[in-house]
Nanobody, 124 residues
């Protein structure tokens, strides 16, 4: 079955950087988009970034544009999220997700598979 396993979360000071990884397994992802979402306590799960596996079309959420970068390594079936200039408001559990097809990729309802999440905490 499909497995998405995130890693790379942790505690970082404001202004610092982290890189999250999402290792995908269990199927061929060539017709999928791979996305990152985050959820802070008491808040809705929020779209962060997504990338189509083939073609590499990328979308970012407004709150992270210019600071976060999504990328992939097709040989390793891994998606990354490089986060720079981190702010305390970036504190959340970050989830990797996979969606079939390429439409409406900012919506969490489009995603069929989810990882277990990794905690990112940014101290001020």
């Amino acid at each position: 079955q499909v497995q998405l396993v995130e890693s790379g979360g942790g505690l970082v000071q404001a202004g610092g950087s982290l890189r999250l990884s999402c290792a995908a397994s269990g199927r061929t992802f060539s017709s999928y988009a791979m996305g990152w979402f985050r959820q802070a306590p008491g808040k809705e799960r929020e779209f962060v970034a997504t990338m189509t596996w083939v073609g590499g079309t990328i979308y970012y959420g407004d709150s992270v544009k210019g600071r976060f970068t999504i990328s992939r390594d097709t040989a390793k079936n891994t998606v990354y999220l490089k986060m720079n200039s981190l702010k305390p408001e970036d504190t959340a559990v970050y989830y990797c997700a996979a969606a079939r097809g390429v439409g409406a990729l900012r919506s969490r309802a489009r995603y069929d598979y989810w990882g277990q999440g990794t905690q990112v905490t940014v101290s001020s």
